[in-house]
Nanobody, 121 residues
Framework: QVQLVESGGGLVQAGGSLRLSCAASGRTFSIYAMGWFRQAPGKEREFVAAISWSGSNTYYADSVKGRFTISRDNIKNTVTLQMNSLKLEDTAVYYC??????????????WGQGTQVTVSS
């Protein structure tokens, strides 16, 4: 089993920045890719960004491309989502996910509990 714990959410004004982190523990050797998803009230969970084991491959939703950056530290078993130029529509609960899948789009095996991001005007 792999446990994922997110941190870094909060309240920020539109145009501001937040940095989300996700720490993995347990059978981390089984993880290949990691990703971030989000779910806004009344909406389905949607893909935000993903990163391969080496970090050489990254993927982004069109809605965040150019504003968000995903990165990972395999020594610390963490993945980070740097979010810049935040918009009201970025408000959501953000979830970290991990998978042993090696082909994108990944099918995720493990999920964190989520962290709230609220963007205010």
């Amino acid at each position: 089993q792999v446990q994922l714990v997110e941190s870094g959410g909060g309240l920020v004004q539109a145009g501001g920045s937040l940095r989300l982190s996700c720490a993995a523990s347990g059978r981390t050797f089984s993880i290949y890719a990691m990703g971030w998803f989000r779910q806004a009230p009344g909406k389905e969970r949607e893909f935000v960004a993903a990163i391969s084991w080496s970090g050489s491959n990254t993927y982004y939703a069109d809605s965040v491309k150019g504003r968000f950056t995903i990165s990972r530290d395999n020594i610390k078993n963490t993945v980070t989502l740097q979010m810049n130029s935040l918009k009201l529509e970025d408000t959501a609960v953000y979830y970290c996910a991990a998978t042993s899948s090696v082909v994108f789009p990944y099918k995720y095996d493990y999920w964190g509990q989520g962290t709230q991001v609220t963007v205010s005007s």
